[in-house]
């Protein structure tokens, strides 16, 4: 999903559940505070110095390790996602009215209020 397409996602889900959206954002190079991060790390550890010669390989050593007692569910998304596509600011302008920034995080901490 593109960068576009997945601010229209988050809004449009918040506006048809009719409920309040929090997103908040980790700054560069913070990822010790983001856990998906920590799972990559665990499985870095896991699979350290098996042969993953194929992508079957990968995925079974991928499926076979554990994160805090939890095996992950592994699949392999063939999809190809363009990259670079930015909204222009005029565009961005109609999406304004729908978020409240922290005001103590405005560029990390966004809510997305349906209208």
Partial sequence: M???NLSNAWL???IA???KIRLIYYPPYHSKY???ERCWAALENYWNGAVLDSLEAAIQWAANMTWKGIAPIVHHVETIYDKGIKVLPTELEQYHPFWQRSETLPKWDITIVPG
């Fill in 2 to 4: 593109t960068e576009r």
């Fill in 34 to 36: 983001n856990p998906i």
């Fill in 12 to 14: 449009n889900c918040s």
């Fill in 17 to 19: 559940i009719d409920v």
